[in-house]
């Protein structure tokens, strides 16, 4: 599997409100996931980039809609994380009502990268997610993070358990990827499926 050949990889914009969105006139990927997941870890492992993109051992570092452009093509979204942060409940409720706003309305979105730790199971907030994006027919891309905590059985085991909970919206196995950001793996394989939705099959 080819992975492109990373030209430029830029941060563009903090996006706070609707109204701060750019012009839609380049796909976009948005990246979603549980706080700590290690989204920010993936992106900059994606993109060959070490600080691209801000990394903390602190949960709830991307409080808005964070555009990278990649390669003047593409646009990369680091959406705020949902789940636990030290932050105060008027201020989660801001962000995932701008969350939401993009994940509903955004013309140009071409799909979303749903990350989930591969050690856990999906919680109520996974699964209104998995919900909205089936009724707004939305590609997912679902990723389970941190491949290299987990050894080859329980992988199988855990993702078995995975796929029984999400039965109702009809995921299957074959859809996840393991990825793991400290050793690469899974890079190939989620770049092959980003490229079908930034250029096509």
């Known amino acids: 599997m080819t992975i492109p050949k990373i030209i430029s990889a830029e941060f563009i914009l903090s996006v ?11 796909p ?8 700590n997941v290690g989204k ?3 992106i900059n492992a994606l993109l060959g980039r070490k600080k ?13 809609l964070n555009f990278f452009l990649i390669n003047g093509r593409w646009y990369f979204v ?32 071409a799909a979303v990268v749903l990350l989930q730790d591969g050690r856990r199971l999906p919680g109520p907030e996974e699964l209104f997610l998995w919900e909205h994006f089936r009724l707004r027919k939305l590609p997912v891309i679902p990723v389970l993070t941190k491949a290299d905590k987990l050894k080859q059985g329980e992988r199988a ?4 358990n995975i796929v029984e909970a999400l039965a109702p919206w009809g995921v299957k196995g074959e859809d996840f990827l393991w990825f793991s950001a400290v050793t ?18």
Not at 100 to 109: A, I, S, V
């Open 16 to 26: 706070h409100t609707p109204g701060q969105l750019p012009p839609g006139d380049r």
């Open 28 to 35: 976009e990927l948005a990246f979603l996931g549980r706080s």
């Open 40 to 42: 920010s870890s993936l």
């Open 52 to 64: 691209l993109v801000r990394t903390s051992s602190k949960p709830g570092c991307t409080r808005a």
């Open 78 to 109: 680091d959406l705020p994380g949902f789940g636990y942060a030290a932050v105060s409940k008027s201020l989660k409720a801001e962000w995932g009502a701008l969350a939401m706003d993009y994940l509903t309305h955004r013309e140009n979105l």
């Open 157 to 160: 085991r855990q993702l078995k």
């Open 184 to 201: 690469h793996e899974g890079r190939a394989r989620l770049w092959a499926r980003l490229l079908e939705f930034l250029v096509g099959p």
